[in-house]
Nanobody
Framework: QVQLVESGGGLVQAGGSLRLSCAAAGRAFSSRAMAWFRQAPGKEREFVAV????????YYADSVKGRFTISRDNAKSTMYLQMNSLKPEDTAVYYC?????????????????WGQGTQVTVSS
């Protein structure tokens, strides 16, 4: 079992930055790939970024590549998403998720634990 709690969301102006955190409880955190997804109003949930169990491999959606950085600290059972150069189209509820596997994938169906989400709003 893995329990996930996101934090760090908020309201920011376009061009600004936010850092999201995902705190995990449960022994399986360090053996799983972890990812961030987001869902904007009226849209389907979409993949944002994934990091492997060791942190040695990362992958990003094209829409955030070069602006967002995913990282993790297994000693603290915490994952992060540093978001820079934010745009209004980044506005969404951001969810962290734990993958079934050590190396992450982009399909949400391969993630079996999810947090409650944290709202990110970027004003123009």
């Amino acid at each position: 079992q893995v329990q996930l709690v996101e934090s760090g969301g908020g309201l920011v102006q376009a061009g600004g930055s936010l850092r999201l955190s995902c705190a995990a409880a449960g022994r399986a955190f360090s053996s799983r790939a972890m990812a961030w997804f987001r869902q904007a109003p009226g849209k389907e949930r979409e993949f944002v970024a994934v990091i492997s169990w060791s942190g040695g491999s990362t992958y990003y959606a094209d829409s955030v590549k070069g602006r967002f950085t995913i990282s993790r600290d297994n000693a603290k059972s915490t994952m992060y998403l540093q978001m820079n150069s934010l745009k209004p189209e980044d506005t969404a509820v951001y969810y962290c998720a734990a993958c079934r596997w050590r190396v992450g994938v982009t399909q949400a169906t391969e993630y079996d634990y999810w947090g409650q989400g944290t709202q990110v709003t970027v004003s123009s």
